[in-house]
Every structure is written in C-alpha cells, then in structure tokens.
C-alpha cells in the first residue's frame, strides 16, 4: 500500500524542465509567445529544415530551453515585415 501512494505522488510533481518548456511556450491566454520548429515551419509553409537553416543564419532568432528549441513570435513577424514586398493586390 504505501509502494503505490509513493508512485502516486511521483507522478503529482512533473520534471521542471517539462514546466518550463511548456510555460514559456504558452502565454495564459491567446497565441503562444514561442514557437516550436515545427510551428514554424507549418505556419511558414516551409519544410523544418529549411527553419533550420534560417536560425543557423541568423534570419530567425532562437531561445533555447533543455535539449528544445524555440522561436519567438516576435523575431517570426520581424522576420516577415523584412521578407514581405511593398506590393498590394
């Protein structure tokens, strides 16, 4: 009996590094602020290697959190107001 309340309250405490990642990848309300890779990616219509290479430039900044990677949403629309045209339709 006290073996399983142990391994029930193990799992009650999550690993810090899951926490943060997920508080700093999600504001409480709306849009995240940082977004992974492959939100990147998706919402750029891009492939993730091509994200890849935009960091490893430097077109698009990075914060780094444990093994993870994350681009802010504010140096994604940076970099689309430097990317987009003048034009209009």
Do not use: C
């Amino acid at each position: 009996m006290n073996r399983h309340r142990r391994r029930q309250n193990a799992r009650q405490h999550t690993p810090m590094i899951w926490m943060v990642s997920s508080l700093a990848s999600r504001e409480l309300y709306g849009e995240p602020y940082l977004l992974s890779q492959d939100e990147v990616a998706h919402r750029l219509s891009i492939s993730r290697t091509t994200v890849w290479r935009l960091l490893k430039d430097g077109e698009l900044e990075s914060v780094r959190i444990g093994a993870r990677t994350f681009v802010s949403k504010s140096s994604l629309d940076q970099f689309l107001i430097r990317h987009t045209s003048g034009r209009s339709e």
